[in-house]
């Protein structure tokens, strides 16, 4: 049996709100005809997706397991179609992803120079799609830090860089030439903690008594503009920090804090030769003595 992707997509629709009325408006579709589909999509995989009653909606192990799935079923489907029209329409394009602080510009040039006929497009990403860019084909490569999901991804190492704590000037600690970890722990965090994994893990870390609600911030300028007005503290790779200067904050050296690991990352599913004589200028294999970039700013390559 093949599996249904319109189905598949209305699951995980409802599987994400756990609620068929807001699935059903998320989708733009009727709830009964929603209801219809998912029964359909059950009946059809043999599998009771999700125990529902008046009062709620949960999904059931098998359910667990699909959502698992699906999102990357999906994503490459998506990645699929785009890569199908993209060669439909006219001229080539290879599209670079980057996260902030991290230079491509070399890497960019030099693919444009072995494939004149090439549209060579960069676009800049957060924490939140660094890697779902390539997953659903918006981009054939993205240049990540890690910690990602590499769920339907290869990544190739690239180098890595030492992370730093972004503080109000006259902050207590803005003085100093290094902190540790732990004279942090105090400290509100206003990143995803997440993505500060050491930070999230410190034993004994006060729980945030601030009553104010954390910040949905979406850039790096956002975070800072937070920084300068007391609302917390973000940690960033050092290239990052040095990238966005402005004169109300400083940043300040994690001494016990591991480095930040920047990797080339595209769809394990994507066959492309171009891709992957994109991956070997830019990241040449060990031993490797061909010119290619790294993505590094100055002084980290």
């Given amino acids: 049996m093949d599996v249904d992707l319109r189905k598949l997509r209305y699951f995980v629709a409802v599987a994400e709100e756990l609620h068929f009325g807001r699935a059903a408006a998320r989708l733009h579709i009727a709830q009964p005809v929603l209801s219809r589909q998912i029964r359909a999509f059950e009946h059809e995989l043999r599998a009771e997706l999700f125990v529902r009653d008046r009062r709620s909606t949960v999904l059931t192990e098998a359910g667990r397991q699909l959502l698992t799935d699906a999102r990357a079923l999906l994503a490459s489907a998506e990645a699929l179609r785009r890569r199908v029209q993209r060669a439909a329409h006219g001229r080539p394009t290879f599209t670079i992803a980057f996260m902030p602080g991290l230079l491509v510009t070399a890497d960019a040039r030099a693919i444009g120079q072995r494939h004149p006929d090439l549209a060579v497009n960069v676009v800049r990403t957060s924490y939140d799609d660094q890697a779902e860019i390539v997953r659903d084909g918006r981009a054939d490569v993205s240049y990540v830090r890690l910690p990602v999901d590499q769920r339907g991804l290869r990544l190739r190492p690239l180098f ?81 920090a040095t990238f966005y200067t402005r004169p109300d904050v400083v940043h300040v050296p994690v001494a016990d804090l591991g480095p930040n690991q920047v990797c080339l990352a595209w769809a394990e599913d994507n066959r492309s030769p171009l891709v992957h004589e994109f991956v070997d200028l830019a990241a040449p294999p060990p031993g490797d003595r061909r010119q290619g970039g790294s993505g590094a700013p100055e002084g980290l390559a």
């Fill in 160 to 240: 890595s860089e030492p992370r730093v704590v972004v503080l109000p000037t006259d902050h207590r600690l803005a003085g100093k030439e290094s902190v540790d970890l732990a004279e942090l722990a105090g400290e509100r965090l206003l990143q995803d903690p997440d993505a500060v994994p050491e930070w999230r893990d410190l034993p004994n870390r006060p729980i945030d008594s601030d009553p104010r609600p954390r910040p949905a911030l979406n850039s790096v300028e956002e975070k800072l503009e937070h920084v300068a007005a007391y609302v917390g503290t973000v940690i960033l790779p050092l290239s990052t």
